[in-house]
């Protein structure tokens, strides 16, 4: 993460503060990570997918230099028909599995001590307030997503998050203070774009973010993106709202999306989410509506310990405009995370 001040999309607890100490006393190396399991539905007859997920953090500080390494393995399969697997089977293609192993983060940060800091590498992006991570989400799934409908242009559009950047490998500058922070951000890659990220924390519980990013020197897929959120948390209570678009300036489609979401805290153990999102894609050259609809999630907890949860979710779409066959189908979902 680029700054705890300008990366954090959730305010839960991040999964790193069991983290554990793998060298000498006080050599300032620790281990972190988590495990986690879900399985989901989306509409009759589709089967059920299931997805098993590691991460293991690695940390180091010496004075005013730090270093992150987060390594993800995943593996997800996917049953149809019945749903039902049988390793016997003479019809191995009902079921469908990948499996992947990637570094996903590794940055070394140097802080001057002041309120300025620099890091370098590949990095998390600024964007957009719900997490890349499953133990800092509210919920099983993303706000902004169409279900599983596949775009007719053949992008991805199975239940991926569909306005924010993930990683990229660049450097960044940061600024923060107790009421406010700054973060400028600019790819190392080929045809480079940059982010801007500015904060508000001024007000005990509450914060406030606008991020943006530019995109626009490739020579093909160029986008801007732009975020703005808020949260406020009080007693057992947090509720939050974001604004976020995602303007693809040679081909593809325009997206603009809006949520608003509560957590709350029943008791030291069980947790309640609800979530209504809406999302508008057009086309980036013209203002053909390709989909027009929104999103309600809802989503209790438990916390087992302060290492092992589980939720449940429930999100149905209602489709108000669509050149697609369909309306997306309902999704369920189950999740356990196991943090350490």
Same mark, same amino acid.
């Given at each position: 993460? *680029?700054?705890?001040?300008?990366? %954090?999309?959730?305010?839960?607890?991040?999964?790193?503060?069991?983290?554990?100490?793998?060298?000498?006393?006080?050599?300032?190396?620790?281990?972190?990570?988590?495990?986690?399991?879900?399985?989901?539905?989306?509409?009759?007859?589709?089967?059920?997918?299931?997805?098993?997920?590691? @991460?293991?953090?690695?940390?180091?500080?010496?004075?005013?230099?730090?270093?992150?390494?987060?390594?993800?393995?995943?593996?997800?399969?996917?049953?149809?028909?019945?749903?039902?697997?049988?390793?016997?089977?003479?019809?191995?293609?009902?079921?469908?599995? !990948? !499996?992947?192993?990637?570094?996903?983060?590794?940055?070394?940060?140097?802080?001057?001590?002041?309120?300025?800091?620099?890091?370098?590498? *590949?990095?998390?992006?600024?964007?957009?307030?719900?997490?890349?991570?499953?133990?800092?989400?509210?919920?099983?799934?993303?706000?902004?997503?169409?279900?599983?409908?596949? %775009?007719?242009?053949?992008?991805?559009?199975?239940?991926?998050?569909?306005?924010?950047?993930?990683?990229?490998?660049?450097?960044?500058?940061?600024?923060?203070?107790?009421?406010?922070?700054?973060?400028?951000?600019?790819?190392?890659?080929?045809?480079?774009?940059?982010?801007?990220? %500015?904060?508000?924390?001024?007000?005990?519980?509450?914060?406030? *973010?606008?991020?943006?990013?530019?995109?626009?020197?490739?020579?093909?897929?160029?986008? @801007?993106?732009?975020?703005?959120?808020?949260?406020?948390?009080?007693?057992?209570?947090?509720?939050?709202?974001?604004?976020?678009?995602?303007?693809?300036?040679?081909?593809?489609?325009?997206?603009?999306?809006? %949520?608003?979401?509560?957590?709350?805290?029943?008791?030291?153990?069980?947790?309640?989410?609800?979530?209504?999102?809406?999302?508008?894609?057009?086309?980036?050259?013209?203002?053909?509506?390709?989909?027009?609809?929104?999103?309600?999630?809802?989503?209790?907890?438990?916390?087992?310990?302060?290492?092992?949860?589980?939720?449940? @979710?429930?999100?149905?779409?209602? *489709?108000?405009?669509?050149?697609?066959?369909?309306?997306?189908?309902?999704?369920?979902?189950?999740?356990?995370?196991?943090?350490?």
């Amino acid at each position: 993460m *680029k700054t705890k001040l300008l990366s %954090l999309a959730s305010v839960l607890a991040a999964f790193n503060l069991n983290a554990i100490e793998i060298g000498p006393t006080g050599s300032g190396v620790e281990m972190s990570g988590f495990i986690d399991l879900a399985a989901q539905e989306q509409g009759s007859g589709t089967g059920t997918s299931f997805v098993g997920q590691v @991460e293991v953090d690695f940390d180091f500080s010496s004075g005013p230099v730090s270093a992150s390494v987060d390594i993800d393995f995943t593996e997800s399969q996917s049953l149809s028909g019945s749903g039902v697997y049988d390793s016997n089977t003479s019809t191995p293609s009902e079921v469908t599995g !990948t !499996t992947g192993g990637n570094l996903e983060e590794a940055t070394i940060t140097y802080d001057f001590g002041n309120g300025f800091s620099v890091t370098g590498g *590949k990095m998390l992006t600024y964007m957009g307030y719900e997490a890349y991570d499953p133990p800092n989400m509210y919920q099983y799934s993303y706000a902004y997503d169409i279900g599983g409908l596949a %775009l007719a242009s053949g992008e991805d559009a199975t239940g991926a998050q569909m306005i924010y950047d993930a990683y990229d490998v660049g450097m960044s500058i940061d600024y923060g203070t107790d009421a406010f922070s700054v973060g400028v951000w600019t790819s190392l890659e080929e045809d480079a774009g940059y982010e801007l990220a %500015l904060a508000f924390t001024g007000v005990e519980n509450f914060t406030a *973010k606008a991020i943006f990013s530019d995109f626009s020197a490739p020579s093909s897929g160029a986008y @801007e993106k732009a975020t703005y959120w808020v949260s406020y948390s009080m007693d057992k209570l947090l509720l939050a709202a974001e604004i976020a678009e995602a303007d693809q300036l040679d081909s593809g489609y325009d997206i603009d999306g809006f %949520l608003i979401m509560g957590n709350y805290a029943v008791s030291e153990a069980v947790g309640l989410t609800l979530r209504y999102s809406e999302m508008e894609i057009t086309g980036a050259t013209n203002t053909t509506v390709a989909y027009e609809g929104s999103k309600f999630t809802i989503s209790p907890s438990y916390v087992f310990n302060d290492s092992f949860s589980g939720l449940f @979710e429930y999100s149905s779409y209602s *489709k108000d405009i669509s050149s697609f066959a369909a309306e997306p189908e309902d999704l369920m979902a189950v999740e356990f995370i196991y943090a350490f």
